[in-house]
Structure formats: C-alpha cells, structure tokens
C-alpha cells in the first residue's frame, strides 16, 4: 500500500502540485502544512482557503523545541562559566531568555542562539522537513509504502537542476520505502499559475504584493526589493522581527543576533557592533537605498532566488 504525502506551503509550486494529485485520483492522499510560526496572516488564511476550495483536508503540524531548549538552559547554567569563562550576569541573562515561546521560528533560534543564515540554514529543516518526516510520514511508514511529493522545479537553482523525478529516500525495518516523487520537475512557474487557472483556484494574494516567493515572512533568503515591500505594505512584519532579534540576542552567547547576517566586517568587530549594522531596521533602511548605494556584504547572498533546501518546502 503507497502513502501519498504532499508537503504543502501556500506558495504557486505546492498549490499547483496538490491540484495536479486532485486531477489525477491519487489515492491516500494526506496534505501537510508546516507551520513555522513565521508565516504571514494571508498564507494561513490562504491554506484555509485550499482546504475548503478543494475539500481536500490540510493537516497542520508544528515543530517543538522546549526540550531542546530546557537542555541548553542547563548547558548555560552549569557550563558556560567553565567552558568559556562566561560572566554571571552573561549566564543569568541567557538562561532568562530561554524559556520557549510556543512559535517554533523563534525557539528554534532562541535554542541555537543565533538566527539561520543562508550559509547555516537549518530552518527548512528543523521546521518542515523534521516535523512532517516525524508526525506524519514515519507513522504512515508502519502501514505502507511512503510517497513524499516534492514541489520543486528544476529552473529554480542549480541544486535542484539534477535532481531525479523519484528517488528512494530509505527503507523502514519492517521493509516499507520511504520515496521522494517530483511531479512538476519540469514545469515552469507559468505552468503552476496555468494548473491554477485550469481548476479555478487563486494564487495567494501575497504574489500580488511584491513577493517573489511565499514562505516565511521574511524568509532569511529573501531579495532586497521583498524587504523593502515587506517594510512598505506590513510594518508589524519588520516590528515582530526587531522583538525576536531582541529575544534571540539576549539568549545567545554573545548578546547580539540579527535576522539577516552581517558578515566579512572588519577584524575586531564586536558583536554590539555585527547587532547596531544588521538589525532589522538598518535592514531595511539599506533596502531603501539604490542598488549600489549602499553595499552590504551579504548582498551577493541575498540575491539568491530561493532556499537551497532541495526538498520544496520553503514555496
Ligand atoms: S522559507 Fe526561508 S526562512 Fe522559512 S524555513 Fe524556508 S528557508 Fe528558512
């Protein structure tokens, strides 16, 4: 017996991919949607939307990270001092700020102490791709085969450019496979809008909005335009984000973290200074600025199109 799991995320790629397993009677079909917590209020509205436009059922899943972060809140309590020569009032600052939130983007960074970068991106993972392989495929995995649907497109990235249209992922004990499928490898982002359009479905509105992609809000690859939209049309995005810089900094070992990285500064930086450079205001104040105008060295970065993850979870 095949298990069919379409990993959904509100973006034209996931939604395009669930109307094409529609189109085609795919049988046992579970919907996902994993919910980072750091979505915006119209993709929600959005998957609700899905759900009742189709009468397919989206199952929700969230990621947890309070026992991970009750293990370093005891790591900072009786190793800090001896492993690092810690302060006290560096120790008392820390194990203050790590108390779980219940938003999973959050905590996650509040575990780590440090937000991911385009470099170190451990978000796709640990909010998506985890939660769905723990709460809903391995489950599935005890009953029969597992068919993890993928909405990635080769002309996205390089990475995705030579992936295969199914691949084994693993076998289970009890000899059940765990597969990758990829039906719209080859598909264009015009194609998903048409599979849109063919069935009478809306796109999420966000596209509408200057988002070249849908997905976190923001999401650490996000273009330098996105965040000046993002900044223009939703305000509270960038005040949410100025909070959690501020949460996420003082649970970290060097009392200083920003959504987006500040690297290659000078030697002798301080992390005062990498914070007083790259917090979210100063973000957007350069994404106000003329191309050029401003440079930062994360822009080369920034300028990627998409989140290296190969998995199709982040649009
Ligand atoms: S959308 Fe962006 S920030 Fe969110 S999990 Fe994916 S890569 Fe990370």
Wanted: with cysteine; proline share 5%; net charge neutral.
């Amino acid at each position: 017996m095949d298990h069919n799991v379409i990993s959904f995320s509100g973006g034209k790629d996931s939604t395009a991919m669930l109307l094409l397993a529609i189109e085609r009677d795919t049988p046992d079909l579970s919907v996902v949607f994993a919910d980072t917590g750091n979505e915006h209020e119209q993709t929600y509205d959005y998957v609700r939307y899905i759900e009742s436009a189709t009468g397919v059922p989206i199952r929700w899943v969230k990621a947890d990270f309070s026992r991970q972060i009750a293990g370093k809140r005891e790591f900072v309590l009786t190793k800090w001092a001896d492993k690092w020569g810690a302060p006290q009032e560096a120790i008392d600052r820390a194990a203050a700020a790590l108390v779980p939130t219940g938003i999973p983007f959050l905590d996650l960074c509040i575990w780590k102490g440090r937000f991911p970068s385009t470099k170190v991106a451990f978000c796709s993972e640990e909010l998506k791709r985890n939660p769905i392989i723990e709460q809903v495929q391995k489950p599935l995995l005890e009953t029969g085969n597992v068919i993890s649907w993928q909405g990635v497109r080769r002309n996205e990235s390089l990475n995705r450019r030579f992936l295969t249209e199914r691949e084994l992922k693993t076998t289970a004990e009890n000899g059940n496979e765990m597969w990758n499928y990829r039906p719209i490898l080859d598909w264009t982002a015009d194609d998903c809008f048409a599979m849109h359009k063919k069935h009478g479905i809306k796109h999420n509105p966000l596209y509408e909005q200057g988002m070249g992609r849908v997905g976190c809000m923001p999401c650490i690859n996000a273009r330098k335009d996105e965040i000046n939209e993002i900044a223009k049309r939703f305000p509270e995005v960038i005040e949410r984000i100025a909070e959690w810089e501020w949460s996420v900094r003082l649970a970290s070992k060097h009392n200083a973290a920003t959504f987006f990285a500040s690297e290659n500064m000078p030697a002798g930086t301080t992390p005062e200074q990498h914070y007083d450079n790259a917090n979210i205001r100063e973000i957007v104040k350069w994404s106000a600025t003329a191309r050029g105008g401003k440079q930062r060295d994360f822009l080369r970065e920034m300028d990627g199109p998409v989140c290296s993850s190969i998995y199709g979870l982040c649009e």
